[in-house]
Protein backbone atom coordinates (compact mmCIF):
# COMPACT_ATOMS: atom_id res chain seq x y z
CA UNK A 1 0.00 0.00 0.00
CA UNK A 2 1.54 3.45 -1.06
CA UNK A 3 2.00 5.54 1.92
CA UNK A 4 2.76 9.11 2.05
CA UNK A 5 5.38 10.92 3.87
CA UNK A 6 5.78 13.84 5.99
CA UNK A 7 7.49 15.30 2.74
CA UNK A 8 4.77 14.10 0.02
CA UNK A 9 1.86 15.74 2.50
CA UNK A 10 3.99 18.99 2.44
CA UNK A 11 4.88 18.88 -0.98
CA UNK A 12 1.20 18.71 -1.80
CA UNK A 13 0.16 21.04 0.53
CA UNK A 14 2.06 23.87 -0.61
CA UNK A 15 0.36 22.84 -4.46
CA UNK A 16 -2.49 22.59 -3.46
CA UNK A 17 -3.66 26.80 -2.48
CA UNK A 18 -2.50 28.16 -5.91
CA UNK A 19 -3.34 25.21 -8.10
CA UNK A 20 -6.98 26.03 -5.92
CA UNK A 21 -6.46 29.73 -7.35
CA UNK A 22 -5.27 29.42 -10.45
CA UNK A 23 -8.35 26.90 -11.06
CA UNK A 24 -10.37 29.71 -9.97
CA UNK A 25 -8.70 32.16 -12.28
CA UNK A 26 -8.23 30.44 -15.40
CA UNK A 27 -11.89 29.00 -15.05
CA UNK A 28 -13.29 32.71 -14.80
CA UNK A 29 -11.51 34.07 -17.49
CA UNK A 30 -12.31 31.48 -19.78
CA UNK A 31 -15.74 31.40 -18.43
CA UNK A 32 -16.17 35.48 -18.88
CA UNK A 33 -18.13 35.38 -22.27
CA UNK A 34 -20.23 32.66 -21.08
CA UNK A 35 -21.41 34.90 -18.09
CA UNK A 36 -22.07 37.92 -20.20
CA UNK A 37 -23.86 35.82 -22.41
CA UNK A 38 -26.68 34.86 -19.42
CA UNK A 39 -27.97 38.40 -19.94
CA UNK A 40 -27.97 37.86 -23.89
CA UNK A 41 -30.25 35.27 -23.54
CA UNK A 42 -32.47 36.53 -21.43
CA UNK A 43 -32.34 39.87 -22.59
CA UNK A 44 -32.20 39.33 -26.78
CA UNK A 45 -33.63 35.76 -26.78
CA UNK A 46 -35.90 35.72 -23.97
CA UNK A 47 -34.63 32.88 -22.22
CA UNK A 48 -35.82 32.20 -18.90
CA UNK A 49 -33.26 32.59 -16.21
CA UNK A 50 -32.62 29.02 -15.39
CA UNK A 51 -32.35 28.13 -18.72
CA UNK A 52 -29.99 30.54 -19.29
CA UNK A 53 -28.07 30.00 -16.10
CA UNK A 54 -27.98 25.95 -17.23
CA UNK A 55 -26.96 26.58 -20.49
CA UNK A 56 -23.30 28.36 -18.37
CA UNK A 57 -23.48 25.61 -15.52
CA UNK A 58 -23.37 23.11 -18.21
CA UNK A 59 -20.75 24.66 -20.24
CA UNK A 60 -18.35 24.93 -17.51
CA UNK A 61 -17.04 21.11 -17.53
CA UNK A 62 -15.27 21.97 -21.01
CA UNK A 63 -13.56 25.06 -19.47
CA UNK A 64 -12.00 22.71 -16.55
CA UNK A 65 -10.94 20.45 -18.19
CA UNK A 66 -9.24 22.91 -20.40
CA UNK A 67 -7.76 24.78 -17.32
CA UNK A 68 -6.97 22.16 -15.03
CA UNK A 69 -3.53 21.38 -16.95
CA UNK A 70 -2.86 25.54 -16.59
CA UNK A 71 -3.83 25.58 -13.04
CA UNK A 72 -1.31 22.97 -12.16
CA UNK A 73 1.39 25.08 -13.86
CA UNK A 74 0.45 28.16 -12.11
CA UNK A 75 0.10 26.41 -8.76
CA UNK A 76 3.68 24.50 -9.43
CA UNK A 77 5.47 27.75 -10.25
CA UNK A 78 4.17 29.56 -7.24
CA UNK A 79 4.87 26.52 -4.89
CA UNK A 80 8.44 26.16 -6.05
CA UNK A 81 9.10 29.79 -5.80
CA UNK A 82 7.90 29.72 -1.80
CA UNK A 83 9.74 27.11 -0.98
CA UNK A 84 12.98 28.55 -3.57
CA UNK A 85 12.24 31.88 -1.64
CA UNK A 86 12.31 30.32 1.33
CA UNK A 87 15.37 28.74 1.16
CA UNK A 88 13.43 25.55 1.79
CA UNK A 89 14.44 23.85 -0.90
CA UNK A 90 18.40 24.75 0.33
CA UNK A 91 17.52 23.33 3.72
CA UNK A 92 15.90 20.00 2.38
CA UNK A 93 18.94 19.28 0.21
CA UNK A 94 21.63 20.17 3.47
CA UNK A 95 19.34 17.49 4.79
CA UNK A 96 20.20 15.08 2.29
CA UNK A 97 16.81 15.04 0.64
CA UNK A 98 17.71 14.72 -3.21
CA UNK A 99 15.93 17.48 -5.48
CA UNK A 100 14.29 14.58 -7.44
CA UNK A 101 13.18 13.18 -4.55
CA UNK A 102 11.81 16.59 -3.41
CA UNK A 103 9.38 17.27 -7.15
CA UNK A 104 8.95 13.73 -6.90
CA UNK A 105 5.53 13.98 -4.98
CA UNK A 106 4.27 17.07 -7.71
CA UNK A 107 5.62 15.41 -10.70
CA UNK A 108 3.05 12.20 -9.26
CA UNK A 109 0.38 14.42 -9.21
CA UNK A 110 0.42 15.26 -12.65
CA UNK A 111 0.22 12.08 -13.79
CA UNK A 112 -2.72 11.60 -11.25
CA UNK A 113 -4.37 14.78 -12.95
CA UNK A 114 -3.84 13.48 -16.06
CA UNK A 115 -5.73 10.35 -15.99
CA UNK A 116 -8.10 12.22 -13.54
CA UNK A 117 -8.56 15.42 -16.88
CA UNK A 118 -8.69 12.27 -19.54
CA UNK A 119 -11.98 10.60 -17.44
CA UNK A 120 -13.64 13.80 -17.48
CA UNK A 121 -12.96 14.64 -21.42
CA UNK A 122 -13.70 11.27 -22.00
CA UNK A 123 -17.28 11.40 -19.44
CA UNK A 124 -17.89 14.19 -18.19
CA UNK A 125 -17.46 16.78 -21.59
CA UNK A 126 -19.59 14.80 -23.63
CA UNK A 127 -22.17 14.03 -21.45
CA UNK A 128 -22.56 17.97 -20.52
CA UNK A 129 -22.06 18.77 -23.88
CA UNK A 130 -25.90 16.86 -25.01
CA UNK A 131 -27.84 18.51 -22.14
CA UNK A 132 -26.59 21.78 -23.59
CA UNK A 133 -27.59 21.16 -27.19
CA UNK A 134 -30.71 19.93 -25.38
CA UNK A 135 -31.44 22.92 -23.50
CA UNK A 136 -30.22 25.27 -26.07
CA UNK A 137 -32.66 24.00 -28.91
CA UNK A 138 -35.34 22.96 -26.87
CA UNK A 139 -35.66 25.26 -24.38
CA UNK A 140 -34.14 28.74 -25.64
CA UNK A 141 -34.14 28.58 -29.93
CA UNK A 142 -37.50 25.71 -29.24
CA UNK A 143 -36.28 23.35 -32.36
CA UNK A 144 -35.65 19.76 -31.88
CA UNK A 145 -31.84 19.03 -32.70
CA UNK A 146 -32.73 16.41 -34.72
CA UNK A 147 -35.52 17.87 -37.19
CA UNK A 148 -32.23 18.69 -39.79
CA UNK A 149 -32.03 16.45 -42.96
CA UNK A 150 -29.84 13.56 -42.76
CA UNK A 151 -27.88 11.96 -45.32
CA UNK A 152 -26.31 8.47 -45.68
CA UNK A 153 -23.83 6.95 -48.20
CA UNK A 154 -23.27 3.72 -48.60
CA UNK A 155 -22.00 1.05 -50.94
CA UNK A 156 -24.24 -1.62 -52.54
CA UNK A 157 -22.94 -4.98 -52.86
CA UNK A 158 -23.13 -5.40 -56.97
CA UNK A 159 -21.13 -2.03 -56.74
CA UNK A 160 -22.62 1.36 -57.25
CA UNK A 161 -23.93 3.29 -54.18
CA UNK A 162 -27.20 4.04 -52.20
CA UNK A 163 -28.04 7.26 -50.84
CA UNK A 164 -30.47 8.21 -47.98
CA UNK A 165 -32.02 11.27 -47.36
CA UNK A 166 -34.34 12.20 -44.49
CA UNK A 167 -35.68 15.28 -43.13
CA UNK A 168 -35.49 14.71 -39.45
CA UNK A 169 -35.08 11.45 -37.21
CA UNK A 170 -36.97 10.41 -33.97
CA UNK A 171 -35.16 9.32 -31.12
CA UNK A 172 -37.56 8.09 -29.15
CA UNK A 173 -39.47 5.39 -32.08
CA UNK A 174 -35.53 5.30 -33.77
CA UNK A 175 -37.63 6.15 -36.65
CA UNK A 176 -36.31 8.20 -40.07
CA UNK A 177 -39.26 10.85 -41.24
CA UNK A 178 -39.89 11.60 -44.94
CA UNK A 179 -37.16 8.98 -46.39
CA UNK A 180 -35.62 9.35 -49.90
CA UNK A 181 -33.17 6.30 -51.42
CA UNK A 182 -31.71 6.20 -54.39
CA UNK A 183 -29.62 3.61 -55.54
CA UNK A 184 -26.82 4.39 -58.40
CA UNK A 185 -24.97 1.88 -60.04
CA UNK A 186 -21.22 1.62 -60.78
CA UNK A 187 -21.53 4.28 -63.95
CA UNK A 188 -23.32 6.78 -61.14
CA UNK A 189 -25.96 6.45 -62.92
CA UNK A 190 -29.31 6.79 -60.94
CA UNK A 191 -31.05 2.85 -61.03
CA UNK A 192 -34.17 3.09 -59.28
CA UNK A 193 -35.73 5.66 -56.43
CA UNK A 194 -37.61 4.66 -53.52
CA UNK A 195 -40.64 7.15 -51.44
CA UNK A 196 -41.39 6.36 -47.69
CA UNK A 197 -42.89 8.24 -45.18
CA UNK A 198 -40.79 6.66 -42.40
CA UNK A 199 -38.37 3.98 -41.63
CA UNK A 200 -38.25 2.66 -38.23
CA UNK A 201 -35.17 0.05 -36.74
CA UNK A 202 -36.02 -3.02 -35.90
CA UNK A 203 -34.38 -5.94 -34.72
CA UNK A 204 -31.21 -4.74 -36.41
CA UNK A 205 -33.20 -4.01 -39.71
CA UNK A 206 -34.74 -0.57 -41.06
CA UNK A 207 -37.88 -0.89 -42.32
CA UNK A 208 -39.67 1.56 -44.54
CA UNK A 209 -43.65 2.19 -43.97
CA UNK A 210 -45.48 3.21 -47.13
CA UNK A 211 -43.05 3.13 -49.47
CA UNK A 212 -43.16 3.74 -53.49
CA UNK A 213 -40.27 2.47 -55.84
CA UNK A 214 -39.50 3.65 -59.40
CA UNK A 215 -37.07 2.08 -61.11
CA UNK A 216 -35.18 3.88 -64.30
CA UNK A 217 -34.67 1.49 -67.33
CA UNK A 218 -31.93 2.02 -69.62
CA UNK A 219 -34.28 3.28 -72.49
CA UNK A 220 -34.96 6.32 -70.70
CA UNK A 221 -38.54 4.75 -69.43
CA UNK A 222 -39.58 5.02 -66.02
CA UNK A 223 -41.74 1.98 -64.05
CA UNK A 224 -43.37 2.26 -60.67
CA UNK A 225 -44.15 -0.20 -58.94
CA UNK A 226 -46.72 -0.90 -56.42
CA UNK A 227 -47.01 0.77 -53.20
CA UNK A 228 -45.62 -1.39 -50.23
CA UNK A 229 -46.78 -1.22 -46.69
CA UNK A 230 -43.58 -2.65 -45.35
CA UNK A 231 -40.36 -2.85 -46.52
CA UNK A 232 -36.61 -4.08 -45.14
CA UNK A 233 -33.47 -2.29 -46.95
CA UNK A 234 -29.94 -1.61 -45.66
CA UNK A 235 -29.08 2.05 -45.03
CA UNK A 236 -25.54 1.89 -43.90
CA UNK A 237 -25.70 3.47 -40.53
CA UNK A 238 -27.92 2.19 -36.94
CA UNK A 239 -29.61 4.58 -35.26
CA UNK A 240 -26.96 5.13 -32.23
CA UNK A 241 -24.30 6.09 -35.53
CA UNK A 242 -26.68 9.21 -36.42
CA UNK A 243 -27.21 10.58 -33.11
CA UNK A 244 -23.47 10.85 -32.67
CA UNK A 245 -23.37 12.32 -35.95
CA UNK A 246 -26.40 14.62 -35.80
CA UNK A 247 -25.64 15.95 -32.04
CA UNK A 248 -21.71 16.02 -32.24
CA UNK A 249 -21.42 17.97 -35.68
CA UNK A 250 -17.93 18.70 -33.46
CA UNK A 251 -15.60 16.22 -33.06
CA UNK A 252 -13.99 18.31 -29.97
CA UNK A 253 -17.45 18.00 -28.58
CA UNK A 254 -16.83 14.04 -28.77
CA UNK A 255 -15.38 11.49 -26.44
CA UNK A 256 -13.21 9.55 -28.55
CA UNK A 257 -15.05 6.66 -28.50
CA UNK A 258 -17.96 8.89 -30.60
CA UNK A 259 -15.63 9.92 -32.86
CA UNK A 260 -14.12 6.47 -33.81
CA UNK A 261 -17.77 5.38 -34.05
CA UNK A 262 -18.22 8.14 -36.85
CA UNK A 263 -14.96 7.43 -38.26
CA UNK A 264 -16.00 3.80 -39.03
CA UNK A 265 -19.36 4.79 -40.04
CA UNK A 266 -17.80 5.93 -43.54
CA UNK A 267 -20.03 8.98 -43.73
CA UNK A 268 -17.25 11.78 -43.63
CA UNK A 269 -15.84 13.13 -46.56
CA UNK A 270 -11.98 13.02 -46.65
CA UNK A 271 -10.78 16.51 -45.23
CA UNK A 272 -14.05 15.88 -42.24
CA UNK A 273 -12.26 12.17 -41.79
CA UNK A 274 -8.31 13.96 -41.48
CA UNK A 275 -9.70 16.40 -38.72
CA UNK A 276 -11.49 13.31 -37.02
CA UNK A 277 -8.95 10.99 -36.62
CA UNK A 278 -6.71 13.89 -35.64
CA UNK A 279 -8.84 15.02 -33.18
CA UNK A 280 -9.01 11.47 -32.03
CA UNK A 281 -5.29 11.45 -31.28
CA UNK A 282 -5.02 14.73 -29.40
CA UNK A 283 -7.92 14.38 -27.35
CA UNK A 284 -5.77 11.40 -25.37
CA UNK A 285 -2.78 13.30 -25.62
CA UNK A 286 -4.06 16.73 -24.22
CA UNK A 287 -4.88 15.66 -20.71
CA UNK A 288 -1.46 14.58 -20.35
CA UNK A 289 -0.50 18.21 -20.43
CA UNK A 290 -0.88 18.36 -16.62
CA UNK A 291 2.12 15.69 -16.39
CA UNK A 292 4.56 18.31 -18.89
CA UNK A 293 3.18 21.66 -17.24
CA UNK A 294 4.24 20.53 -14.01
CA UNK A 295 7.58 19.19 -15.25
CA UNK A 296 8.48 22.27 -17.00
CA UNK A 297 7.08 24.88 -13.80
CA UNK A 298 9.79 22.83 -11.57
CA UNK A 299 12.82 24.55 -13.05
CA UNK A 300 11.17 27.86 -14.37
CA UNK A 301 10.20 28.15 -11.13
CA UNK A 302 13.32 28.04 -9.17
CA UNK A 303 14.74 30.37 -12.28
CA UNK A 304 12.40 33.04 -11.30
CA UNK A 305 13.24 32.99 -8.10
CA UNK A 306 16.90 33.42 -8.78
CA UNK A 307 16.09 36.37 -11.29
CA UNK A 308 15.09 38.51 -8.21
CA UNK A 309 10.86 37.98 -8.46
CA UNK A 310 8.99 35.10 -6.38
CA UNK A 311 5.53 37.27 -6.41
CA UNK A 312 1.99 35.45 -7.56
CA UNK A 313 2.41 37.97 -10.49
CA UNK A 314 5.66 37.15 -11.98
CA UNK A 315 4.36 33.14 -11.30
CA UNK A 316 0.87 34.04 -13.27
CA UNK A 317 2.58 36.32 -15.74
CA UNK A 318 5.43 33.31 -16.60
CA UNK A 319 2.74 30.49 -16.36
CA UNK A 320 0.69 32.31 -19.47
CA UNK A 321 3.85 32.57 -21.33
CA UNK A 322 4.67 28.72 -21.48
CA UNK A 323 0.85 28.10 -22.18
CA UNK A 324 0.76 30.69 -25.27
CA UNK A 325 4.07 28.96 -26.57
CA UNK A 326 2.36 25.44 -26.15
CA UNK A 327 -0.88 26.04 -27.41
CA UNK A 328 1.03 27.57 -30.49
CA UNK A 329 2.93 24.75 -30.71
CA UNK A 330 -0.09 22.58 -30.05
CA UNK A 331 -1.65 24.13 -33.48
CA UNK A 332 0.55 23.95 -35.72
CA UNK A 333 1.28 20.20 -34.42
CA UNK A 334 -2.27 19.83 -35.04
CA UNK A 335 -2.16 21.40 -38.70
CA UNK A 336 0.71 18.41 -39.52
CA UNK A 337 -1.70 15.76 -38.20
CA UNK A 338 -4.74 16.98 -40.58
CA UNK A 339 -1.83 16.79 -43.33
CA UNK A 340 0.13 13.55 -42.69
CA UNK A 341 -2.89 11.10 -41.10
CA UNK A 342 -0.71 8.04 -41.04
CA UNK A 343 1.04 9.93 -38.20
CA UNK A 344 -1.72 12.06 -36.46
CA UNK A 345 -0.49 10.32 -33.40
CA UNK A 346 2.75 11.32 -33.58
CA UNK A 347 2.11 14.97 -34.32
CA UNK A 348 -0.50 14.91 -31.69
CA UNK A 349 2.01 13.95 -29.16
CA UNK A 350 5.13 16.12 -30.08
CA UNK A 351 3.80 18.60 -28.24
CA UNK A 352 4.26 16.59 -24.90
CA UNK A 353 7.46 15.04 -26.37
CA UNK A 354 8.99 18.59 -27.12
CA UNK A 355 8.21 20.29 -23.84
CA UNK A 356 8.83 17.28 -21.85
CA UNK A 357 12.70 16.97 -23.40
CA UNK A 358 13.09 20.78 -22.16
CA UNK A 359 11.38 20.11 -18.69
CA UNK A 360 14.30 17.27 -18.18
CA UNK A 361 16.74 19.05 -19.65
CA UNK A 362 16.01 21.82 -17.10
CA UNK A 363 15.39 19.74 -14.08
CA UNK A 364 18.65 17.69 -14.81
CA UNK A 365 20.12 21.29 -14.54
CA UNK A 366 18.28 22.33 -11.39
CA UNK A 367 19.72 19.54 -9.09
CA UNK A 368 22.84 19.59 -9.97
CA UNK A 369 22.99 23.14 -8.26
Request: hydrophobic share 50%; charged share 15%.
Amino acid sequence: MLRLTILDRYMLTELSAPFGFGLGAFTLIFAATEILNIGKLVSNDHAPLWAALLVFAWSLPAYVVLVIPMALLLGTLLAIQRLSSDTEITAMKAAGITFSRIVMPLLAVGIVMSFATLFLQEELVPYANDQLIEIENSVINHTNAYNRDLTVSAPLPGGGRQVTVATAYEPNSQALLHVTLIQYDNRNQARQIVFADRAEFTINKWVLQNSSLYRFNPDGSVLAEPPIPHQQVEIGENPTDLVKRIKNDDPDSMSRAQIAGVVHSGQLTESERRKYVATYQEKLARPFACFVFILIAVPFGLRSVRSGGGSASLGFGLSLAIVFVYYIVMTLCSFFGEAFVSVAWLWAWMPNLLFTAIGLSRLRQAATV
